[in-house]
């Protein structure tokens, strides 16, 4: 039922920033784990980071460090804040809501997601 748009991808350079948004359709976002997800060309999808509705965080290993993801409850809003950029990070980025922060499940459909691309 939940539906999410992300944004704010984009060309960067190897030790640059971007910070991704996703914004979900449904009121009911707060009771909500979200993550945030990658997908390389080639490579199945993999969680990056988690927020469960609490606010608690986890991440990746590869990330760790350089990636945090936060939300605004108030405006149904997931970010992903990612510095230090490198070339493997490059992938298309999707938000989704889980029933809580195993991400087995996954409440809403996949949107279009958001390119980031890490190069020189």
């Known amino acids: 039922q939940v539906q999410f748009v992300e944004s704010g991808g984009g060309l960067v350079q190897p030790g640059g920033s971007l910070r991704l948004s996703c914004a979900a359709s449904r009121s009911t976002f707060s009771i909500y784990a979200m993550g945030w997800y990658r997908q390389a060309p080639g490579k199945q999808r993999e969680l990056v980071a988690g927020i469960s509705s609490s606010g608690s965080t986890n991440y990746a290993d590869s990330v760790k460090g350089r990636f945090t993801i936060s939300r605004d409850n108030a405006v149904n809003t997931l970010y992903l804040q990612m510095n230090s950029l490198k070339p493997e990070d490059t992938a298309v980025y999707y938000c989704?809501?889980?029933?809580?922060?195993?991400?087995?499940?996954?409440?809403?459909?996949w949107g279009q997601g958001t390119q980031v691309t890490v190069s020189s």
């Open positions: 989704n809501a889980a029933p809580d922060d195993s991400f087995l499940y996954f409440v809403g459909s």
